[in-house]
T-cell receptor
């Protein structure tokens, strides 16, 4: 596609509910990143994929967070048993290669009530 | 890990004024980008500039990699320039580290 696409744009979840956030990167982009952005803060790194391989997941805040990219294109970020502190905007970015420009999607705003 | 500091944290300008935003980083970088986050939350690419100088219309950027800083210049500011400006760097690994941003408000 023309840009990075994320869905849904907005998600309201009840505490304890599981959610799945989707990212469609730019076609042909090898690298894919997930970030979490709290209100008034800069984006914080969560995890990185190169093709289907998850090479860095050091930013995932707990084992309730899980990401996958099984075919090296679309990625899903799953949050199990959501808690209020998970409320944030989740951003996805993709890059053609390592030392290239990153492009971001519009994000998914998650609100846990 | 690498530290990224942006200044000033907040900036209010009268329309038509010029400004300079600064990004300092604590280690050598392979990649550096400037983004504008608009009021709807979209991160818009401004410059990919690990070194050197680039210009795009009223905006220009300079990165002096040996001295570990980058500057973003905004000339003849417009109300549509309002938002948050982020500097983001990485050292050739996988993590891109963002600064805390500069919040710009341009008054009509």
């Amino acid at each position: 596609g023309a840009g990075v696409s994320q869905s849904p744009r907005y998600k309201v979840a009840k505490r304890g509910q599981d959610v799945a956030l989707r990212c469609d990167p730019i076609s042909g982009h090898v690298s894919l990143f997930w970030y979490q952005q709290a209100l008034g803060q800069g984006p914080e790194f969560l995890t990185y994929f190169q093709n289907e391989a998850q090479l860095d997941k050091s930013g995932l805040p707990s084992d309730r967070f899980f990401a996958e990219r099984p075919e090296g294109s679309v990625s899903t970020l799953k949050i199990q048993r959501t808690q209020q502190e998970d409320s944030a905007v989740y951003l996805c970015a993709s890059r053609r290669g390592v030392n290239t420009e990153a492009f971001f999607g519009q994000g998914t705003r998650l609100t846990v009530v | 890990g690498i530290q990224v500091e942006q200044s000033p944290p907040d900036l209010i300008l009268q329309e038509g004024a010029n400004s300079t935003l600064r990004c300092n980083f604590s280690d050598s970088v392979n990649n550096l980008q400037w983004f504008h986050q608009n009021p709807w939350g979209q991160l818009i690419n401004l410059f990919y500039i690990p070194s050197g100088t680039k210009q795009n219309g009223r905006l220009s950027a300079t990165t002096v990699a040996t001295e570990r800083y980058s500057l973003l210049y905004i000339s003849s500011s417009q109300t549509t320039d309002s938002g948050v400006y982020f500097c983001a760097v990485d050292t050739g690994g996988f993590k891109t580290i963002f600064g805390a941003g500069t919040r710009l408000f341009v008054k009509a």
